[in-house]
């Protein structure tokens, strides 16, 4: 009887370390949903540096189109944007060069 309790007590109190509060839980997957938030948003900036030839080799096209693939899969709603980006990569120019044109997230 002895070693049953024991057994029980020793779960009970490893089974009480481990699991969280739910207030630290709910904290702890807020700050992982921002973390992940914040590394797509610099992962889709780097890809729009490289798309629009501001960073990387400006007549590499074949880096620049496969950013350019990716931002149009993850963001398709500025067709018109990545159209343009699109042209200034096969005309071999930086995109964004031009007064008139305003970066690809504004």
Do not use: H
């Not at 702890?28 to 921002?34: K, S, Y």
């Not at 189109?65 to 500025?78: G, H």
């Amino acid at each position: 009887m002895k070693k049953v309790l024991f057994v029980l007590l020793a779960l009970g109190l490893f089974w009480s370390c481990d699991s969280k509060k739910s207030d630290e839980a709910v904290r702890q997957q807020w700050v992982e949903q921002q973390m992940a938030r914040e590394y797509k948003d610099a992962e889709l900036d780097s890809l729009a540096l490289v798309a629009t030839g501001q960073e990387g080799d400006v007549s590499s096209q074949t880096a620049r189109l496969n950013a350019l693939r990716v931002l149009r899969s993850e963001l398709p709603d500025k067709k018109e944007t990545w159209d343009k980006v699109e042209k200034s990569i096969f005309a071999s120019e930086v995109y964004g060069d031009d007064e008139g044109e305003d970066g690809v997230f504004e």
